[in-house]
Structures are given as C-alpha cells and as structure tokens.
C-alpha cells in the first residue's frame, strides 16, 4: 500500500437522518499498488485516521456506525469508527466499503 494522500482540518460527522457533529480530523489514504509496474490496483484502497469531537460531543454511539466525514475542503467519505476514541478505519472500494468484498 502507498500512501497517496493525508489530510486534517476542521469538518462534520454524521449518520444518516441525524445531526452532525463538529469534528477534528486526519486521515490517511492508502493505495494498493501492483508489484513491477507500480499501477494501482482498483478497489484496493485503506483509509486510517483519528477523529477528535472534543469541539462538539461524545463518539460513543457511533463506534462500529458508517459515517459521513465532510472535509474542510468540501469532499465527503464514509467512513467508520473503530474505537470511542476516534481511530478510522475503511477499506474496500471507492470511500467505504462496499457489499461485495
């Protein structure tokens, strides 16, 4: 996996049909890269990170959840809590994981 991009800022976690929460974050974004040729490989992608909701609430609730991050900068992931302390994981095709792998 190479690492293709990081980011961190200011942006709003939410679930679907709930209101969003304030949020710190970083992520990291991981690409799957072929051996010899150095192509990527499609739908083999690894998101990681933390989330800090000291600016807005408590992440109890949405461990395990998929979330919507909203970046400063306009773009949105899925992604999803592993912990109550913040730590991001998602792996899988385009931004989340999707049903068939």
């Not at 980011?7 to 049909?17: A, H, I, K, P, Q």
């Not at 192509?39 to 998101?47: F, N, T």
């Not at 395990?64 to 912990?83: F, K, Y």
Request: hydrophobic share 35%.
């Amino acid at each position: 996996m190479k690492l293709v991009e990081e980011c961190t800022g200011v942006g709003n976690l939410s679930r679907e049909g709930e209101a969003s929460l304030k949020v710190r974050y970083r992520i990291a974004r991981y690409q799957g890269m072929q051996p010899g040729n150095g192509l990527p490989i499609p739908g083999l992608h690894r998101i990681e990170g933390s989330i800090d909701a000291e600016l807005d609430g408590d992440l109890t609730s949405l461990v395990g959840r998929p979330l919507i991050l909203r970046l400063e900068d306009g773009r949105s992931m899925g992604i999803t809590l592993a912990d109550a302390g913040g730590r991001v994981l998602a792996e899988g095709h385009g931004p989340s994981r999707c049903l068939c792998c």
